[in-house]
């Protein structure tokens, strides 16, 4: 069973850092491309950033360009996503998402698990 569980989130400044982990278990994690979604209260979820599988291809949304950076180990089945110059528009419940191929897609659909968040605030 796909085990996906996230840790790191907070309440940080504008203009802080948070570095997210997620922990990934009952697939074989370096066969899929790993995703960061998140979902703002009121909002649709939305697919932020995403890897592929061997770490050589990253994606981003605009929005957060420069200031987000994914990662991932294989060998040790987690995913990171390091956040700086954080925006108060940032504010989401923010989730690990497996991919369904070894390429990230900018797609929701291509979600196929997601683990139960983690939540970053940003406020003064």
């Known amino acids: 069973e796909v085990s996906l569980v996230e840790s790191g989130g907070g309440l940080v400044q504008p203009g802080g850092s948070l570095r997210l982990s997620c922990f990934a278990s009952?697939?074989?994690?370096?066969?899929?491309?790993m995703n960061w979604v998140r979902q703002a209260p009121g909002d649709e979820l939305e697919w932020v950033s995403g890897?592929?599988?061997?770490?050589?291809?990253?994606d981003y949304i605009d929005s957060v360009k420069g200031r987000f950076t994914i990662s991932r180990d294989n060998r040790r089945k987690t995913l990171d996503l390091q956040l700086n110059n954080l925006k108060p528009e940032d504010t989401a419940t923010y989730y690990c998402?497996?991919?369904?191929?070894?390429?990230?897609?900018?797609?929701?659909?291509?979600?196929?698990?997601r683990g139960q968040g983690t939540q970053v605030t940003v406020s003064v």
């Open positions: 009952g697939f074989t994690f370096d066969n899929y491309a």
């Open positions: 998402a497996k991919g369904r191929f070894r390429y990230p897609e900018r797609e929701l659909r291509a979600i196929t698990n």
């Open positions: 890897i592929s599988a061997f770490s050589g291809q990253t």
